[in-house]
């Protein structure tokens, strides 16, 4: 199982292209193999795939909007994303507040969806707590979103939202594209191993679903590249410990 972090954890230290670019060659040194998008700072796919290139890193997915993934938008999104070596891509969140919002969202995705895999693509989404708020019907958005496209599960948000993680993962097997590895206590995000989410049970199901990769998020604010080296060191002891790396 390898390392990718999702680079919204980074935020506050790419304000512009170089200084977003400069951050791969810290993350390989730091022991990751990948990284998720969650925007591009304005710069080029073959620009940033060169970057990739050059510090040994793959991409191994991006967050996009439901623009991207509108009909006459797709094709482009597709064609960025695979000069990337990106396969699979989607929302970090999109509306759900009622049950017709959320349907209106589930079309959308679920059209998408159907196109890019035609293309050999997947979309996923990425959930909060929000997803598992009962919806007037009783049901929850997250359910309806699991059946229009694969999910990338945000642990943290489950603890968020009460949701034991283990159990969500193996019982939602089939529709996990990703898993989003982060931690914190109560609405307060920590660097991994700080806060007082079961992160080991998340890791165990990572390991059960044979997912390829596991991708650290980290959404403290303030501390930066700190914070996820902090995190880092954190978990590759852990795997360590546990026989996975």
Known sequence: MKLAVQLYSLREMAADGPSFLALFPQLKAM??????????????????????????????????????????????????????????????????????????TCAMLAEAYEQVQKQGVTIYYHNHASEFAPLEDG?????????????EVDTYWLDCADVEAYSFLLANKDRVHHVHLKDGEGLTPRALGDGDCDLHSVIKA???????????????????????????????KKLGDAGLN
Not at 33 to 50: P, S
Not at 215 to 226: A, K, P, S
Request: aromatic share 6%; with cysteine; proline share 3%.
């Open 31 to 104: 022991g990751f193999d990948g990284v998720e998008f969650a925007g591009y700072h304005g710069l080029g796919a073959e620009e940033i795939r060169k970057a990739l290139d050059d510090a040994e890193l793959v991409a191994v997915g991006a967050h996009v909007s439901l623009e991207d993934l509108m009909p006459e938008n797709l094709q482009a999104t597709i064609d960025f994303h695979k000069i990337l070596g990106l396969h699979c891509f989607g929302p970090g969140g999109a509306p759900h507040s009622d049950l017709e919002e959320t349907q209106e």
């Open 139 to 151: 049901t929850i958005a997250i359910d309806h979103i699991k059946q229009a496209c694969e999910l």
């Open 206 to 236: 990572a390991k059960e679903l044979k997912l390829p990769w596991l991708i650290v998020e980290d959404e403290t604010l303030g501390q930066g590249m700190d914070s996820v080296k902090k995190g880092m060191a954190w978990l590759k």
